[in-house]
C-alpha cells in the first residue's frame, strides 16, 4: 500500500457516497426535527450538499453545544444534520485508509473494537503479565483536556503523511478550522464524527513511538486514555518521563492523575477494574446508576409513566454489568429500589 493515497474526491462526492452517508447520519435520529426536515426533501438537498462540496462554498454551520455530567462533566457540541451528513461522507473514504496505519492496541471508535474489547484486552494483557512477571505495575495515563487542546497544524501535518487528494485534504482543514476550543488553533468538538477519526490519528504517533520504539507488549488505548503493564517500575518512570516529551511535541499535556500503580491494586480502564483473575465495575458507575434509579423511585410517585425509562436506566447497567463479575454489585443496586405509586402498597418493578 502506498504511503500517501490519493484519487479519493470523487469517491466522496458521487452521489451513492453522499445517500449512504445520509442514512447513517440518520441513524437513530431519523424523528428529531431537523432530521425529519432533512429527509423530507432529501435528493433535492443531498444535491444541494454535492454543489457546495464541488464548488467549494461548503462551510460548516454552527454547532449546538450542550453540557453532560456522566461520567464526568464535558461540553458536547454536536454538529448541524447537514453537517453529519458531509462528516459521514468523508468519513466512509478516508476512515478505511486511516485506520490502516492504527495499532491493533488503539480500541476508540473502531469498527470490531469499543471499550469492552478493551477491557478484556487489557484483562487479557494483566493475565500474561502476571504468568511472566508474577508481580507488575501498570503506567495509567490520560490526556488533560485533549479534544480542548489538539493543535489544528499539527493534526493536518499528521494526516497529509496518509493522504494526498487536494480537495480532500481542503475539505478536512475546512472541518478542522471551523472549530475553536477559545484557544487560537487549537480544539476538536466532542460530538463530531470526524473528531473521533481525528483523535486516533492524532494519537498514532505515540501509539508507534510506544510500540515500535520502545517495543512495549502490554498496551492498550482508549481515546485518550492508555495503559502499559511492565515489571520494572523504573523502566515505566523512564517511559513516563518520554511519553511526556512525545506528548509535548503534539503540544498536549498528561492529566496530574496519571502515574504508575501496582497491579494488585487493579486497572481502572474503560470503566472497569481489571485484575488478572477478575474485573469488577467501577464502584462510581455502580453509586451513578443507583443514584438515578431511586430519584426515578421518587418521581414514579407522581410520574408513573417514567417506568419505562426506568427500564431501560436499568437495562443499560445490566449491559454493562454482564460484562464483568458484578453480581454483588447488581443486587447492591437492586436492593431498595422499589416503583410505588403514591398511596400504593410496595411492588418491586
Same mark, same amino acid.
Given at each position: 500500500m502506498p504511503r500517501t493515497v490519493t484519487g479519493l474526491w470523487h469517491k466522496v462526492i458521487d452521489f451513492e457516497n453522499v445517500y449512504y452517508a445520509? #442514512?447513517? =447520519?440518520?441513524? !437513530?435520529?431519523? %424523528?428529531r426535527t431537523e432530521v425529519l426536515a432533512f429527509n423530507h426533501r432529501k435528493e433535492e438537498h443531498l444535491i444541494t450538499l454535492i454543489n457546495e462540496l464541488v464548488w467549494d462554498t461548503y462551510r460548516p454551520r454552527p454547532l449546538r453545544q450542550f453540557w453532560i455530567t456522566e461520567p464526568k462533566k464535558r461540553l458536547? *457540541?454536536?454538529? $448541524?444534520?447537514?453537517? #453529519?451528513?458531509?462528516?459521514?461522507?468523508?468519513? &466512509?473514504?478516508? /476512515?478505511?485508509?486511516?485506520?490502516? #496505519?492504527?495499532? /491493533? /492496541?488503539?480500541?476508540?471508535?473502531?469498527?470490531g473494537k469499543g471499550t469492552h474489547a478493551a477491557m478484556r484486552h487489557m484483562a487479557a494483557c494483566a493475565r500474561a503479565a502476571r504468568r511472566q512477571w508474577g508481580g507488575y505495575y501498570a503506567l495509567k495515563c490520560d490526556v488533560h483536556k485533549f479534544f480542548q487542546s489538539v493543535d489544528h497544524e499539527a493534526l493536518k501535518g499528521i494526516i497529509r503523511r496518509t493522504i494526498r487528494d487536494p480537495k480532500v485534504l481542503h475539505l478536512i482543514e475546512v472541518i478542522i478550522d471551523s472549530h475553536d476550543s477559545g484557544e487560537h488553533g487549537k480544539g476538536i468538538?466532542? !460530538?463530531?464524527?470526524?473528531? &473521533?477519526?481525528? =483523535?486516533?490519528? +492524532?494519537?498514532?504517533?505515540? $501509539?508507534? %513511538?510506544?510500540?515500535?520504539?520502545?517495543?512495549? /507488549? %502490554?498496551?492498550?488505548? +482508549?481515546?485518550d486514555d492508555f495503559v502499559v503493564l511492565h515489571h $520494572?517500575? *523504573? %523502566?515505566?518512570?523512564?517511559?513516563? *518521563?518520554?511519553?511526556t516529551d512525545v506528548l509535548g511535541e503534539l503540544e498536549l499535556t498528561l492529566n496530574p492523575k496519571s502515574g504508575l500503580f501496582p497491579g494488585r491494586h487493579g486497572i481502572d480502564f474503560c470503566g472497569y477494574r481489571i485484575w488478572p483473575t477478575h474485573v469488577k465495575p467501577r464502584k462510581s458507575a455502580v453509586k451513578r446508576a443507583k443514584r438515578r434509579l431511586r430519584k426515578m423511585t421518587k418521581v414514579y410517585q407522581t410520574n408513573p409513566g417514567i417506568l419505562d425509562h426506568a427500564k431501560a436506566s436499568l437495562n443499560s447497567f445490566l449491559g454493562y454489568i454482564m460484562h464483568c463479575n458484578g453480581w454483588r454489585s447488581t443486587q447492591s443496586l437492586l436492593k431498595k429500589i422499589v416503583f410505588t405509586p403514591k398511596g400504593a402498597h410496595p411492588l418491586h418493578e
Open positions: 445520509c #442514512r447513517a =447520519a440518520s441513524r !437513530g435520529k431519523r %424523528y458536547i *457540541s454536536a454538529p $448541524d444534520f447537514r453537517d #453529519r451528513v458531509a462528516h459521514h461522507a468523508l468519513c &466512509q473514504v478516508i /476512515e478505511p485508509i486511516l485506520d490502516n #496505519r492504527f495499532i /491493533e /492496541e488503539a480500541f476508540a471508535c473502531r469498527i468538538p466532542i !460530538g463530531a464524527l470526524t473528531s &473521533q477519526l481525528f =483523535a486516533n490519528a +492524532y494519537l498514532n504517533p505515540l $501509539d508507534r %513511538y510506544l510500540k515500535e520504539v520502545h517495543r512495549v /507488549e %502490554y498496551y492498550a488505548r +482508549y481515546m $520494572d517500575k *523504573s %523502566y515505566l518512570t523512564t517511559l513516563l *518521563s518520554a511519553v
